[in-house]
């Protein structure tokens, strides 16, 4: 039996190839699946990237690491490559991971402990790392059918920021009662009775 590539050797294939298609190396793993390895890789758009990692991105990429892990045989035997987006459930570590969140739902878990929820609504970039900061609009659920409340923003060192998770909202969906859409005192075609 084949032991798997050790994985920072693949990384270092990898990487370059990575970069040539214009995205970050997020992880990479090498495991054993029965007779052949599974190469996974993990890429993510860069902070300033305008564009989206889609499918055409993810196929550019999957091709340019296939072609150099092939020429560089790093992999012996035959492997599977997986390569994909690290996805809504990564947590943010690095202000690059926070600017792609800037308007989604999130939970900040602090170096000391304390954790907060709300909208993350900005990323600054400080004079050194250490002054890069993310702030966040508390949001506390209201009561059973009331809205929730909002507070004032907060800023936050992202010295200060062990990691937050994305939170997925799913508030919106589900059965929509035809009073919801038409408002009150509207039949149920929409017209004002």
Known sequence: MVAPAPAQRVRQVVEPAVA??????????????????????????????EGELDLDRVAEVTRAVSDA?????????EYTLEVSSPGVSRPLTERRHFARAVGRSVTVRLVDGGTLAGRLTAVERGTTDADDAVVVV????????????????????LTDVRDARVEVDLSGLGPVDDDDVAGPGADAAGREG
């Open 20 to 49: 040539g298609i214009g995205l970050l190396l997020e992880d990479v793993e090498v495991v054993r699946a029965g007779a052949r390895s599974v190469v996974r890789v993990v890429v993510d758009v860069a902070e300033d990237d």
């Open 69 to 77: 892990l092939d020429a560089q045989d790093v992999v012996a035997g």
């Open 138 to 157: 508390p949001v506390t659920p209201g009561a059973k059918g009331r809205r929730p409340k909002t507070g004032d923003p907060v800023r936050l060192l």
